[in-house]
């Protein structure tokens, strides 16, 4: 449910309205934080003792998965650098 908060986020992002849909991204973003600070809080609750090994891999994932979608949702693979003619 989340990643498919994200991902229509992310194709709300134009670029006749960019400013619109990054605030939405944003959004869709600190949602997700917000879920997985809850996420975090409830195993504290539930074990406390594995919270410290779940929380660092669970930190790790998230980053890992936003940086994928991204690239992938926001078609940043499409763009590329300019490269200099030759001489």
Do not use: C
Not at 51 to 64: H, R, W, Y
Request: aromatic residues 12%.
């Amino acid at each position: 449910m989340l990643l498919a908060l994200s991902r229509g986020s992310f194709s709300l992002a134009t670029p006749d309205f960019p400013e619109r849909g990054m605030a939405l991204v944003a959004l869709a973003l600190f949602g997700r934080l917000a879920a997985a600070v809850l996420l975090l809080w409830a195993y504290s609750r539930i074990a406390p003792a594995g919270i410290k090994p779940f929380g660092i891999s669970f930190a790790l994932t998230f980053l890992a998965l936003y940086t994928v979608e991204l690239v992938r949702y926001a078609g940043l693979h499409r763009y590329a650098r300019p490269t200099r003619a030759p001489r």
